[in-house]
């Protein structure tokens, strides 16, 4: 056991940051359904063709997908060096 989760750490922080920046993109189709999520911007302005909202809702989600990807990259990085593995 103490060698194995030092091992597995960085493939399970890995499927984290994955699956989250996922559940991301699919809350934000969650709108279709009348939910208000992160989508209800962009699909207010599909129904309306304003480009400028949807625009400005994909490129605030796009925004915090890169974020939450890259702080959770970082995390990665630092357990697998922490661990003794080096860059993932």
């Known amino acids: 056991v103490k060698v194995e989760l030092p091992l ?3 493939i399970i922080l890995g499927g984290i940051r994955l699956s989250v920046v996922i559940s991301l993109a699919t809350a934000t189709i969650g709108s ?3 939910a208000r999520t992160l989508g209800e911007v962009i699909i207010a302005g599909l129904l309306s063709n304003n480009l400028a909202f949807i625009l400005q ?3 605030i989600v796009a925004a915090l997908a890169v974020l939450i990807y890259d702080g959770l990259s970082a995390i990665e990085r630092y357990t697998a060096r922490r661990m003794g593995q080096g860059t993932a």
Do not use: E, K, N, R
Request: zero cysteines; hydrophobic letters at 45%; glycine letters at 22%.
């Open 8 to 10: 597995s750490a960085p």
């Open 32 to 34: 279709t359904v009348a």
């Open 57 to 59: 809702g994909g490129l």
